[in-house]
C-alpha cells in the first residue's frame, strides 16, 4: 500500500493519487457550505479524499466507486481519520435511491485516451475516459439529478479539454441550472506529458501549451 505524499491519504496500488484536481474541488466543497445536518455523495471517490472532507466538515458521506481497491483504499482511509464514511462499490449511481442526497461532487477519470472504450483493469482506469475523455462525464450527467433532493447540488470537476460547455448543456436538458463555477490553470502531470503527441495530434492541445484548465461545473435543482 502507497501513502501520498500529500497528506496521510493511503492507496493501493492502481487507485487514484489525490492531485490538483481533487483539492481544486475540496477547496470548492468548503466555499459551498457543506456541513452537518447534509447528506453528501462522492462518486469515483478513488482514495476517499473527497469523502473524508466531506464527513469532517460534518455531512453524513456515502462514498461509491467501481474498483474493489478503491473501495478497499477508502475504507481505511475513513478509519484511519476516524470520520464515518460508508464506502459502497458501484457502477456510479446505480442502485441508490432517489432523492437522497443534499450534495454530490465528483471528480471523475476525465483524461482523453486513443481508445473508445474504458479500461478494464491497471492505473489507467482511474484517469482514462475515451476519446473526447467523457464517456463517465456524460454518464454522471444524465444519472445525478435522480438522486438530488430538491434544492441539491452537483459539484463535478474536470478538465477544459473535455468541453464544460457540453457538461453545462447536458446538465441543463436534465433540468438542473448548470454553470462552471470555478477554474484553475495548472502545469500538465505525468499523464498528460505522456501522451501529448496523441493530444496534440488529435487537435486537442495546440502545438506549445504546456498547460491545462480544470473547472468545476455546480449545477442545482430546484
Known amino acids: 500500500m502507497e501513502r501520498s505524499a500529500a497528506g496521510r491519504i ?55 466507486d467501481v474498483s474493489r481497491r478503491a473501495v478497499v483504499s477508502a475504507r481505511l482511509n475513513a478509519l484511519a481519520a476516524r470520520v464515518p464514511v460508508t464506502v459502497l462499490r458501484g457502477d456510479l449511481l446505480a442502485g441508490l435511491s432517489p432523492g437522497s442526497f443534499d450534495v454530490v461532487v465528483s471528480n471523475p ?3 482523453p485516451a486513443p481508445d473508445t472504450q474504458l479500461p478494464r483493469r491497471g ?29 441539491g447540488r452537483l459539484l463535478m470537476v474536470h478538465s477544459a479539454l473535455c468541453d464544460p460547455d457540453e457538461t453545462v448543456r447536458r446538465l441543463t436538458q436534465a433540468g438542473l441550472a448548470a454553470e ?40 442545482s435543482r430546484a
Open 10 to 64: 493511503w492507496r493501493l496500488p492502481g487507485v487514484y493519487a489525490p492531485q490538483a484536481d481533487s483539492y481544486f474541488l475540496s477547496a470548492v466543497m468548503r466555499r459551498e457550505g457543506i456541513g452537518p445536518g447534509m447528506d453528501v455523495l462522492d462518486v469515483c471517490t478513488g482514495s476517499g479524499v473527497l469523502a473524508l472532507e466531506a464527513a469532517r466538515l460534518g455531512a453524513r458521506v456515502t462514498a461509491v
Open 123 to 151: 492505473a489507467c482506469r482511474a484517469w482514462d475516459a475515451g476519446l473526447d475523455g467523457r464517456i463517465l462525464l456524460n454518464r454522471i450527467c444524465e444519472q445525478a439529478p435522480s438522486v438530488l433532493r430538491p434544492g
Open 180 to 219: 462552471v463555477r470555478d477554474r484553475l490553470s495548472i502545469p500538465f502531470g505525468p499523464v498528460m506529458t505522456a501522451r501529448i503527441r496523441w493530444l496534440r495530434e488529435e487537435s486537442l492541445v495546440p502545438t506549445g501549451i504546456t498547460t491545462e484548465e480544470l473547472v468545476v461545473v455546480r449545477a
Open 109 to 111: 477519470p476525465y483524461v
